[in-house]
Nanobody, 124 residues
Framework: QVQLVESGGGLVQAGGSLRLSCVAS????????MGWFRQAPGKEREFVTG????????KYPDSVKGRFTISRDNAKNTVYLQMNSLKPEDTAVYYC?????????????????WGRGTQVTVSS
């Protein structure tokens, strides 16, 4: 059973930074594409970023490009989301997701396993 556990969320002022972590309990972490999604109250879940299984490729929507950075440490079965220059509109529950693949997917239906999420709140 694959388990994903996120951590690192919290309350931060606009312009501040947070780093989220997601630890995956899988045998071969290097087989998994990893993604971060977020869901704000009353809104649909949206893609934030993804990283390929070997870490060579990443994807970002325009809303976070240049502010957020995804990385992975395959020795620790962990993926990170560094969030800088945070804005109030970044407030959401952030979810980690994965699937066995070399490609990066941007829709939630393409991911097989999900964490429970971690709350990020950005005050103005």
């Amino acid at each position: 059973q694959v388990q994903l556990v996120e951590s690192g969320g919290g309350l931060v002022q606009a312009g501040g930074s947070l780093r989220l972590s997601c630890v995956a309990s899988v045998r071969t972490f290097t087989s998994y594409t990893m993604g971060w999604f977020r869901q704000a109250p009353g809104k649909e879940r949206e893609f934030v970023t993804g990283i390929s299984s070997n870490g060579d490729n990443t994807k970002y929507p325009d809303s976070v490009k240049g502010r957020f950075t995804i990385s992975r440490d395959n020795a620790k079965n962990t993926v990170y989301l560094q969030m800088n220059s945070l804005k109030p509109e970044d407030t959401a529950v952030y979810y980690c997701a994965d699937r066995v693949s070399r490609l990066i997917y941007t829709t939630e239906h393409d991911y097989d396993y999900w964490g429970r999420g971690t709350q990020v709140t950005v005050s103005s």
